[in-house]
Structures are given as C-alpha cells and as structure tokens.
C-alpha cells in the first residue's frame, strides 16, 4: 500500500516514516514538502492513504486535500497541532476521514493505520470496492454502482466481499457510515443529529437512531453526552 506524508518539516517527515515502517514494514511511504511535490507524486502514484499538516508552505493542507479530491481517491488524514472543532469543521467538509495531532504519537498514528492493515490482505477488487465505500458513504451506495465501477458482476462482486471481509456489503457500509457518524457527533458538537444522520449516509434519522442505539446501546444525542459531557 502506497502512503503519502506532507509536511514542511523533515524531522516531523522522518519520523512519521519511521513509525510507519516499523509498524507496517511492508508498506511504501513517499514524502512531500510542499503541496506542488505533493501533487507530482499523486499524478505518478497510486496513493491509497495520505497525511497533510495543516500549516504548509504556500497552499495549506485544507487546501492541498481539496486539490487531491479533484485528482486521487486517497484517503486524507490531517496532522495539526492545533486541537481545534474549527479546523476539524473544515476537514470534514472535505471528507477527510480523520485528523492526529502534532508531535504525533505513535499509539495515535498506528491506531489510524490498523484501520488499513486488513487491506493489505484483500484482492485488488475489495481494496477498489472498499476505497469506494470510503469515499462515497454519504450517498446512496449500492452493489450494482460497486460492481459497475470495478467492471465485475454484483452477484460475484457480493458472494466474494462475504468471503475476503467477513460480513456482507450491506453491513459493511452501515458500520462505516455508523463508526464516520461517532466521529462527526464528537468532532462536531453543534451538529444537529438530523445532520449527522443525512451527512453519513442514513436514509433517515428513526433508521439512524435505531442502528445506532444497537451499535452502542445509547442514542447518538447520549453518546455525545457521555464523550464530550455536553
């Protein structure tokens, strides 16, 4: 799996590079400075996973991750050293599926890397089909748009996410869209749970709360209580 880091800092660069290859040995990182060397490597890779800072030189990361939606199925994750609903606000608009902070510690950068780590043992097919999911859960995703997508049958495209992932489309998509929602009702508290519902994909907001509370076994206005305490 190919891995982009972008930040203007070398020393932040090599670590982050470090940590990774020890972890994940396997994996090849490729390191940007700026968001010019970042897009050449995006326009010569197939990048599945990317970490922007924030704060870089001439265009920032918000912006960078904006430019690389246009380009790159990637998925994004900011690193910033500011722990701040504003900048989190932003990202999410972009779809950026997660943020660390800096310095980034390795429990926080591992702990976003695992959700990749299966992956790596799929078929190029899941990978594809998964990556999509990833990207469009706030639509209305079907086999049938996967399948298309990929050029396979759905019936074949069904019987075998069964057998790489271990549950079926459908559940797949839900958890995602129910694991993308904890995160959207903590990183934006002012969010009405309507919003959170439509924003992650939910047909509607009683179907919502009704997967979530057997998820979690609260509702998603005591869950937010329960994590943030307001």
């Not at 606000?89 to 972009?94: D, N, P, T």
């Not at 943020?99 to 780590?117: A, C, F, Q, R």
Request: charged letters at 25%.
């Amino acid at each position: 799996m190919n891995i982009l880091l972008v930040d203007d800092e070398p020393l932040e660069l090599e670590q982050m590079e470090y940590l990774i290859n020890r972890n994940f040995p396997m994996w090849d990182v490729f390191k940007a400075q700026d968001a010019s060397q970042a897009m050449k490597i995006l326009n010569h890779y197939d990048i599945f996973l990317a970490f922007l800072d924030i704060q870089l030189p001439g265009k920032t990361g918000l912006e960078l991750a904006k430019d690389m939606k246009a380009i790159s199925d990637a998925d994004i994750v900011m690193v910033t050293a500011y722990q701040s609903f504003e900048y989190a606000h932003s990202a999410i608009r972009l779809g950026v599926v997660d943020y660390i902070t800096k310095p980034v510690i390795e429990e926080d950068l591992v702990k976003v890397l695992n959700n990749y780590s299966q992956l790596t043992h799929y078929s190029h097919q899941i990978q594809e089909s998964i990556k999509l999911i990833h990207q469009n859960y706030e639509e209305k995703i079907t086999l049938n748009y996967l399948a298309l997508k990929i050029h396979i049958n759905p019936a074949y495209l069904s019987r075998k996410f069964q057998e790489e992932v271990g549950v079926g489309f459908a559940e797949y998509v839900n958890n995602y869209r129910l694991m993308m929602a904890k995160k959207m009702l903590l990183d934006r508290p002012e969010a009405r749970i309507g919003e959170v519902s439509e924003k992650c994909g939910f047909n509607s907001q009683h179907y919502f709360s009704q997967m979530f509370r057997k998820e979690t076994g609260l509702s998603p206005r005591d869950y937010r209580l329960k994590e943030t305490g307001h």
